[in-house]
T-cell receptor
């Protein structure tokens, strides 16, 4: 079973920041938080990951709470092309089972 | 550089037939994964290779499913006696070797398998 909980759907206006929450209250100390997204009929696309510090790249920012029990993915200026299902996943890096366990994700719709 | 590629992109077969799905990982990636995604669901893990050997095949649903990676690069997922319930998108992902940076998994576009 997935170790994360996400809202099933969210809407955001084009040009605004999209903030996607994720709860991972049972996360272990060696587990990273990964975010992927899947645009219709495509394979999952890696967005960002982090352990405990906030991270930023060209696609998004990841804010992890101090107790690491939840995180937020931020798309700073959402476009129509950001409409997708977003998955939050926790997994250890280079330890034991390497598989990704996907939940249902959040279906984000960007509205014009 | 080139990403993960999968062929065919679509495969339609009849119940009871045998199918092979191919995955070409990113060059230099020693780890390769297969996932299956049913309509409306997130991807589900099938099998993971580190080099030529299957390090974890716990996700294969039954003995009709088998995967190989004989030279540590290209992998083939083989399904015998296909059933209608095998209809899904089959996804492949690859990642770098341990010690060469993050082991982030990068996915291919998938093969959509339809069993009639």
């Amino acid at each position: 079973d997935a170790k994360t909980t996400q809202p099933p759907s969210m809407d955001c206006a084009e040009g605004r920041a999209a903030n996607l929450p994720c709860n991972h209250s049972t996360i272990s100390g060696n587990e990273y938080v990964y975010w992927y997204r899947q645009i219709h009929s495509q394979g999952p696309q890696y967005i960002i990951h982090g352990l405990k510090n906030n991270e930023t790249n060209e696609m998004a920012s990841l804010i992890i709470t101090e107790d690491r029990k939840s995180s937020t993915l931020i798309l700073p200026h959402a476009t129509l092309r950001d409409t997708a299902v977003y998955y939050c996943i926790v997994r250890p890096e280079y330890q034991g089972a390497q598989k990704l366990v996907f939940g249902q994700g959040t279906r984000l719709t960007i509205n014009p | 550089g080139a990403g993960v590629s999968q062929t065919p992109s679509n495969k339609v077969t009849e119940k009871g037939k045998y199918v092979e799905l191919r995955c070409d990982p990113i060059s230099g990636h020693t780890a390769l994964y297969w996932y299956r995604q049913s309509l409306g669901q997130g991807p589900e893990f099938l099998i993971y290779f580190q080099g030529t050997g299957a390090a974890d095949d716990s996700g294969l649903p039954n003995d009709r499913f088998f995967a190989v990676r004989p030279e540590g690069s290209v992998s083939t997922l083989k399904i015998q006696r296909t059933e209608r319930g095998d209809s899904a998108v089959y996804l492949c992902a690859s990642s770098r070797p341990p010690g060469q940076g993050t082991d982030t998994q990068y996915f291919g576009p998938g093969t959509r398998l339809t069993v009639l």
